[in-house]
C-alpha cells in the first residue's frame, strides 16, 4: 500500500514538470510599450538572442507580421545585429529560416519579455523608466534539445 501512494505521489509530481505543446506563440495582446520602452526592450532582448542563436551571416529569421510599436523594434533591432528577417510568410533562399516568437506582458508594475525560436527561450522582467527600460532581473536561458 505504501508503495502504491508513493507511486502516485511521485507521478502527479512528476507530471506537472511536463508540457503538451511544444509549439511557438506570439502574444495575441501584447502589453502597449511604446517609444523609448519597446526599443530599449527590444534591443537588450535582440543583443541577448544574438549571442545565443550564432552569426547573422548563416541565419535567417522569422517572425509574424505585427503592427506593435515593441514587433517594429524587435524586428529593426535584430536587422541592427545583421540578420535577415522574413516576415511575410516567404522561406529563405539558405534554406529553412529559424522562427523567432516573442511576448511581452506586465506584471507587479514591471514589463515581462520573451523571445524564443525553437531550441531556446530567453526571459527578463523590465522597469519602464521615462528614458526607456531598464533591466530588473537577470537573463533567463531555457535551452531545448
Known amino acids: 500500500m505504501k508503495k502504491t501512494s508513493a507511486a502516485i505521489i511521485i507521478a ?3 507530471s506537472g514538470c511536463q508540457t503538451a505543446d511544444e509549439t511557438l506563440t506570439t502574444s495575441s495582446t501584447p502589453v502597449a510599450v511604446t517609444g523609448a520602452t519597446a526599443s530599449a526592450i527590444a534591443g537588450d532582448m535582440a543583443s541577448r538572442l544574438a549571442e545565443q542563436v550564432g552569426p547573422a551571416a548563416t541565419i535567417t529569421l522569422k517572425m509574424d507580421k505585427d503592427s506593435s ?3 517594429a523594434a524587435l524586428e529593426a ?3 541592427g545585429w545583421g540578420y535577415t528577417i522574413i516576415a511575410d ?5 539558405d534554406g ?3 522562427e523567432v516568437a516573442w511576448s511581452i506582458d506586465s506584471f507587479d508594475g514591471q514589463v515581462l519579455a520573451r523571445v524564443s ?9 523590465y522597469t519602464a523608466t521615462s528614458a526607456g527600460a531598464t533591466p530588473a532581473s537577470p537573463l533567463s536561458i531555457i535551452q531545448r534539445n
Not at 510568410?89 to 533562399?93: I, Q, V
Open 12 to 14: 502527479s509530481v512528476l
Open 69 to 71: 510599436e515593441y514587433a
Open 77 to 79: 533591432a535584430l536587422k
Open 89 to 93: 510568410g516567404r522561406t529563405g533562399k
Open 96 to 98: 529553412k529560416p529559424v
Open 117 to 125: 525560436t525553437p531550441a531556446i527561450a530567453l526571459g527578463r522582467a
